[in-house]
């Protein structure tokens, strides 16, 4: 059962991000402030959810939350400053989208750089063990896998529209045709190394 917070009392915000592992197309980040009593029987870890409920879950995590921010760092920020850091950036962007200032931050992992002197938490695996950091996670994966499928229409001998941008099979064979795209991350392992000429 997922936890409602972490520090009883405080105004609380979750924070996850999407995207770390793709190949192409920008990390995104969400930040969620939930009412202290949310509960919804379908919300847990993004990856546990079906594309249909974590479509269905937005609309209601947007409708019912007491804030939310989601934030892009496109792939040329990624090569500029590295996944890690483009991923904490991401996240510090969503929570300057809130409209509440949270007293307390949660994140899901264990890497975060202090935010606005507003104490936080990392949790490894929180988006499975706190409602606020799942809610941020169905966020961050449900926007960024609408811009990779908007994107597929320009590009679509990569197939984003069904792998959103990891390194399918599908996804890597493109790249072995055509190269690379506008949208890939150049610093990232494109082909497996034996295949690098």
């Given at each position: 059962?997922?936890?409602?917070?972490?520090?009883?009392?405080?105004?609380?915000?979750?924070?996850?991000?999407?995207?770390r592992g793709c190949l192409a197309g920008p990390v995104a980040a969400a930040a969620v402030i939930l009412p202290k009593n949310f509960k919804h029987k379908l919300?847990?870890?993004?990856?546990?959810?079906?594309?249909?409920n974590r479509n269905e879950l937005r609309h209601i995590i947007e409708?019912?939350?007491?804030?939310?921010?989601?934030a892009f760092l496109d792939h040329q920020k990624i090569d500029e400053i590295n996944i890690l850091q483009a991923s904490i950036l991401?996240?510090?962007?969503?929570?300057?989208?809130l409209d509440i200032t949270p007293e307390h931050i949660i994140v899901d992992g264990n890497r975060f750089k202090p935010y606005k002197f507003i104490?936080?938490?990392?949790?490894?695996?929180?988006d499975a063990?706190?409602?606020?950091?799942?809610?941020?996670?169905?966020?961050a994966k449900t926007y960024r896998d609408e811009?990779?499928?908007?994107?597929?229409?320009?590009?679509?001998?990569y197939n984003w529209k069904q792998n959103k941008g990891y390194p399918t099979k599908q996804?890597?064979?493109?790249?072995r045709e055509f190269g690379p795209s506008k949208y890939h991350r150049m610093t990232f392992r494109l082909l497996p190394e034996s295949e690098k000429g």
């Amino acid at each position: 059962m997922l936890k409602n917070y972490f520090t009883k009392g405080l105004i609380e915000a979750g924070c996850d991000e999407a995207g770390r592992g793709c190949l192409a197309g920008p990390v995104a980040a969400a930040a969620v402030i939930l009412p202290k009593n949310f509960k919804h029987k379908l919300l847990n870890d993004s990856k546990q959810v079906s594309e249909s409920n974590r479509n269905e879950l937005r609309h209601i995590i947007e409708e019912k939350a007491l804030a939310f921010g989601v934030a892009f760092l496109d792939h040329q920020k990624i090569d500029e400053i590295n996944i890690l850091q483009a991923s904490i950036l991401a996240m510090h962007h969503a929570l300057d989208k809130l409209d509440i200032t949270p007293e307390h931050i949660i994140v899901d992992g264990n890497r975060f750089k202090p935010y606005k002197f507003i104490p936080h938490t990392t949790v490894v695996k929180g988006d499975a063990k706190f409602l606020s950091i799942a809610a941020a996670s169905i966020l961050a994966k449900t926007y960024r896998d609408e811009y990779l499928e908007k994107i597929d229409a320009e590009f679509p001998m990569y197939n984003w529209k069904q792998n959103k941008g990891y390194p399918t099979k599908q996804h890597r064979n493109g790249i072995r045709e055509f190269g690379p795209s506008k949208y890939h991350r150049m610093t990232f392992r494109l082909l497996p190394e034996s295949e690098k000429g």
